[in-house]
């Protein structure tokens, strides 16, 4: 039997599971972020200046440090190898700012290092960016088309291309904090107990990824529940 691709089918229900974890994920982010923002590190660098001081005691000195707008905006550009640090970060001696700016420390180094997992993160971005636009394309055209099989197919591995990209993102992201946190306590800006607190930011952050990628595979398996089979029994 052939049946349209409706809004609310029963798979329906995987996608509320992955948009139920997703905001669990955000919420416990943003009130532990909130939380370590009012608490101030012994150090008494901004979020720049700790930055600053990580990448020199790495070795790395092309590397740029600027501030960005907006709130967690905070990432490194491997490309023009810059360290953008967001407004909440960038002037803040928060123990939150301060994890962040590690964390991103923590990108810069897997570059200079040549860490492969961000090295294939990097290679998939345009793939992703062009693959899962183009899915949703060949599964709307294989719906239309009958149900064509082999047009869904495509779509269907186009986008297990973006799981894949959420996927490589996870090892990419530990690694990251892992790092923020050996330094900040082996350069002595933070204390153990303040090397603890940055753990909790950081795993809270680290919390979104996981969900996002749990989402992204919750979609996947939709897709595949929906479209994935031969469609000779319709
Ligand atoms: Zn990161």
């Given at each position: 039997m052939y049946y349209p691709y409706g809004l609310?089918?029963?798979?329906y229900i995987l996608i509320i599971i992955g948009a139920v974890i997703t905001m669990i994920a955000s919420s416990k982010m943003n009130s532990t972020f909130r939380r370590y923002s009012r608490v101030r590190c012994h150090?008494?660098?901004t979020g720049s200046q700790a930055a600053e001081r990580i990448l020199q005691h790495a070795g790395i000195y092309d590397v740029s440090v600027e501030r960005v707008r907006g709130?967690?905006?905070d990432h490194y550009d491997p490309r023009s190898k810059t360290l953008r640090l967001s407004d909440s970060t960038y002037g803040s001696d928060s123990i939150a700012a301060i994890g962040v700016a590690a964390h991103e420390c923590g990108h810069a180094v897997q570059h200079q290092k040549g860490y492969v997992p961000l090295t294939i993160r990097g290679a998939l971005v345009p793939i992703v960016n062009i693959g899962s636009n183009l899915s949703w394309v060949f599964i709307i055209a294989g719906i239309f088309l009958s149900m064509n099989q082999t047009l869904l197919h495509i779509g269907i591995a186009l986008f297990s291309l973006a799981v894949i990209f959420q996927l490589v993102t996870l090892p990419v992201e530990f690694n990251a904090s892992a790092r923020a946190l050996r330094i900040l306590g082996s350069t002595g800006i933070m204390y153990g107990e303040e090397v603890d607190q940055t753990k909790k930011v950081l795993k809270a952050a680290a919390l979104t990824y996981v969900a996002g990628a749990a989402a992204a595979l919750l979609s996947l398996l939709r897709l595949i529940i929906l479209f994935g089979g031969n469609d000779r029994d319709r």
């Open positions: 609310f089918d029963p798979t150090c008494g660098l709130e967690l905006t």
